[in-house]
């Protein structure tokens, strides 16, 4: 069970808009900056947001990311069969002393 | 451009110490900005965070693995290494070293290790 929660799964058609959610508690998101990162099978994880809302060079901005209190959200807009992967946020959890993350959320592309 | 290779034994017997090093290049694991941290990855499951060390020696564990592992660094290797004690199959995963950055962020990331906890 993780200490942040993530829906298993979302979908959409080429050229639409998902977003992925990741609720916490006020000892993680809620007083720390969350990250979000991309994952296809076989491959390290690859940093997209961090910062809560902060694009590292080379990520396309149709890939966002916001805070509010205790929750996250990764947003793709314009989507591609070329995003279909799982995707996971991260942060940092007081109450724990540790870095905690989702459990992940798989994005299919219909 | 930064890069970081884990190395070590792919196969561990149960009761045994895993043992892994992360060697990194393009950069100086001595900076003060940053930690150099473990995650881990089961088969088909999400990530886990394992934990860090900054280039002053100090680390921060994982509370459910904090009896059992150990994270140490290497300067003037530029190096930093993971042991983990007592592994059983719940141990076996991919293990990724990784640059951590303040805010709590993991900007490099090494290719993995698959680990596997086997008589």
């Known amino acids: 069970q993780s200490v942040l929660t993530q829906p298993p799964s979302v979908s959409a058609a080429p050229g639409q808009k998902v977003t992925i959610s990741c609720s916490g508690s006020?000892?993680?998101?809620?007083?720390?900056?969350v990250s979000w990162y991309q994952q296809f099978p076989g491959t390290a994880p690859k940093l997209l947001i961090s910062?809560?809302?902060k694009r590292p060079s080379g990520i396309p901005d149709r890939f966002s990311g916001s805070k509010s209190d205790t929750s996250a959200t990764l947003g793709i807009t314009g989507l591609q069969t070329g995003d279909e992967a799982v995707y996971y946020c991260g942060t940092w959890d007081n109450s724990l002393g540790a870095g905690v993350f989702g459990g992940g959320t798989k994005v299919t592309v219909l | 451009q930064l890069q970081l290779q884990e190395s070590g034994s792919g196969l561990v017997q149960p009761s045994q110490t895993l043992s892994l090093t992360c060697t990194v290049s393009g950069g100086s694991i001595s900076s003060s900005i940053y930690s150099w941290s473990w995650i881990r990855q089961p088969p088909g499951k999400g990530l886990e965070w394992i934990g860090f060390?900054?280039?002053?020696?100090?680390?921060y564990y994982s509370p459910s693995l904090r009896s059992r592992v150990t994270i140490s660094i290497d300067t003037s290797r530029n190096q930093f290494s993971l042991k983990l004690s007592s592994v059983t199959a719940a141990d076996t995963a991919v293990y990724y070293c990784?640059?951590?950055?303040?805010?709590?962020?993991?900007?490099?990331w090494g290719q993995g290790i698959l680990v596997t906890v086997s008589s």
């Open positions: 990784a640059r951590r950055e303040i805010g709590e962020f993991f900007d490099y």
């Open positions: 910062d809560n809302d």
């Open positions: 006020s000892s993680n998101i809620g007083n720390n900056y």
């Open positions: 060390i900054y280039h002053s020696g100090s680390t």
